[in-house]
Each structure stands twice: as C-alpha cells, then as structure tokens.
C-alpha cells in the first residue's frame, strides 16, 4: 500500500488463502448429516482475459485433472459473460474434487491471473432434491450457501439453516451482502 493509498483512505486485501479450500470435505461432512448430497461436481469462475495467456494456463489445468482417472472438464460461459471451468468426479471423490479445484486456481493465480477469479463452488442436491452450492470468495477468502430456486429467487431459510451447519468447518463470510447470486452457474441452475 503506497502513501496516497493511506491518504485516501484505500486499502488493499490481503491475498485469498487458496488452502482453506481443503477445509471443504468437513463441511462436506456436516451438510451430509442432515441429508445434502454432493454430485461429484464444482466450478471455477473467472473473467477472460484478453489474448491467448489465460488459455494456455486453462488448458494446462484441464490436462492435469484430466489425467486424473475418472476426471471430467468443461468450460462454459454464462449469460453475464463469466467463464467457468467444471470439474466432475465420476468417483464423486471430494477430496480428489477440492484438489482439482485447487489445482485451476493455482495455475491462474501462478500465471499473473489471480485477480481475474471470481469464486470456485462444490454443487450438492438438498434433501428436497434441488440444487445447492457452498461458493468459495476468492477475494474475501471465505465461503457461503448459495440455494437456488424456482424463477430466480433463493432459498434464504436453506441457506441460512446451512450457514449455522458449516461454520465450524470452514470460514463463512459474515456480510449476507456478499452472498451473491451466481444464476447460471454451473450444477446450480
């Protein structure tokens, strides 16, 4: 942070802890017990840079998750032009899922594109059989419930019944502000 920075008031946020991340499959845990299920499956968000760097990165991950046996990935764009890298475990491993996960975010921030990621979500269904996604900030360093419904609305009571469930599992972000609607995202839509 340089002078002006302090003069004005400007602060700059400490850089996102991407191993809290492995804080993942005991949350994974907790949702289990009241009858969430994981699908297997979870994404990456990210701006698109321009030009060909961040495609290369992107496609050097995808070769390193795909050679893990049972690993599948897609990109995607969605309707706000965000871009999303889906990783799927046939196996459902979680463990294998979050270090897939892992393994994207590190090569973009690794790359110089830290400060293009979004989020990174694990998708599960509820006891009611719909969607429900535990949203990773990267730029917060902390997670949330994202609950779907119909007609683009949430399920505030899930996701606040959800907050309670995973709080000591891993860091939820306190400012419902930040709980934002990822409508398109993929496994969530």
């Known amino acids: 942070m340089g002078i002006f920075d302090s003069i004005l008031g400007r602060s700059k946020p400490p850089p996102a802890d991407l191993d809290v991340l492995f804080a993942v499959p005991q949350a994974v845990i907790s949702l289990q017990t009241q009858g969430f ?6 994404s990456v968000c990210f701006r698109d840079v ?11 991950a995808e070769q390193l998750i795909t050679s893990s046996v049972g690993s599948t990935v897609t990109r995607s764009e969605d309707r706000f032009g965000f871009h999303w890298l ?3 475990r046939a196996d459902g491993d979680i463990s294998g899922l979050v270090t897939d996960l892992h393994a994207v975010n590190s090569s973009l921030v690794d790359a ?3 400060s293009s990621l979004l989020c990174s979500t694990v998708v599960f269904t509820t006891p009611a059989g ?3 996604g535990l949203v990773y900030l990267y730029k917060q360093g ?7 419904d119909t007609g683009e609305r949430r399920d505030n009571a899930v996701e606040l019944q959800t907050r309670g469930l995973i709080a000591d599992d891993v860091p939820v972000e306190p400012d419902l502000s930040k709980w934002l609607a990822i409508w398109g995202a ?3 839509g």
Do not use: R
């Not at 321009?50 to 050097?60: I, K, L, R, S, Y």
């Not at 902390?142 to 779907?148: I, L, V």
């Open 130 to 132: 719909k969607p429900y």
């Open 37 to 42: 299920t994981p699908t297997g499956s979870g």
């Open 86 to 88: 889906t990783v799927t």
């Open 186 to 188: 993929p496994g969530l």
């Open 142 to 148: 902390t997670f949330y419930p994202f609950a779907p």
């Open 50 to 60: 321009e030009g060909t760097a961040d495609d290369q990165v992107m496609a050097e």
């Open 112 to 114: 110089g594109f830290g």
